[in-house]
């Protein structure tokens, strides 16, 4: 198949060979690693893979570097270690790669995120859209964490999916990952809500712009951790995913929760420094 697939990777000797295995379709596979400490980088050289090594600054940076490579094919799908492509998903990206004249040139899918042995179907919060799979060199990668992609052309939606596993390094390197990814969002969203509301966006076929103005509304409201709590639970039917929906709701509304208490600690932080 003619698809460039690049992955990125920090100390992922748990996810890289199932990763790399999803993708033997492709024979051009280029890892991107973040300075791992394990042994990544010389499992992927093994699997016959391109690796390239850059000190991490933030997703978007990373992310940008890595689609500024000269890949081979003219389509690109990107990953991340604990995701894979399952056979449903690769016929569908087949097709999407021979068309002629394609006019897309940002192809957004789907994840299924797995956890406790079953899907999340409904308590992740289930669909979210995710820009993947790019024509060479016409998309760019905005927001340093939970980022958002952009193009000059048309985008696409794919019916196919992604398996994603965040919980194969265990619990306690979620709980690490999202203190992490808390800090970051709290500073961004210290600044973007300085910015109005776009009440059009809700409106918006685009799926991107639509999850942009939820939450930029949501992050202005009181109780937002409980609030996450009942929707991804009661609203999204979450309780129908069994303990593990119960589960992860609650460490949903507790990464809230973290990014509430530190935007309020920037904050006081900000009152106290001398005029």
Not at 27 to 48: K, N, P, Q, Y
Not at 97 to 118: A, C
Not at 209 to 224: C, E, I, N, S, V
């Amino acid at each position: 198949m003619k698809v460039s697939i690049l992955i990125l990777t920090y100390n992922e000797t748990v996810n890289i060979v199932d990763c790399l295995e999803s993708v033997a379709f492709s024979d051009d596979v280029v890892v991107l690693d973040s300075e791992s400490s394990d042994s990544t980088a010389e499992i992927a050289r093994d699997f016959g893979a391109t690796v390239l090594t850059r000190a991490f600054d933030n997703y978007a940076a990373q992310r940008n570097y890595g689609l500024a490579h000269n890949f081979k094919y003219e389509w690109v799908l990107m990953l991340d270690a604990d995701e894979r492509v399952p056979d449903d998903f690769f016929a569908e990206l087949e097709c999407v790669s021979e068309l002629e004249n394609n006019p897309v040139t940002l192809y957004r899918m789907r994840r299924k995120d797995m956890f406790m042995g079953r899907w999340l179907k409904r308590s992740s919060g289930y669909p979210t859209w995710f820009g993947r799979l790019f024509r060479k060199g016409k998309v760019r990668v905005e927001r340093e964490i939970n980022e958002e992609y952009y193009t000059d052309g048309e985008i696409g939606l794919l019916e196919g999916h992604l398996i994603h596993y965040p919980f194969n390094k265990g619990i306690a390197y979620w709980l690490e990952r999202h203190n992490r990814y808390s800090s970051m969002e709290a500073v961004k969203l210290s600044d973007e809500r300085k910015e109005p509301v776009v009440w059009t966006n809700f409106l918006s076929k685009d799926p991107m712009l639509r999850r942009k103005a939820f939450k930029a509304f949501a992050y202005r409201m009181p109780f937002r951790p409980f609030l996450t709590f009942c929707f991804l639970y009661f609203v999204k039917l979450g309780f129908l995913d069994g303990k593990a929906g119960f589960h992860f709701s609650l460490m949903r509304a507790f990464y809230e929760y973290m990014i509430s208490l530190k935007i309020r600690e920037l904050h006081r932080k900000h009152s106290e420094l001398p005029v």
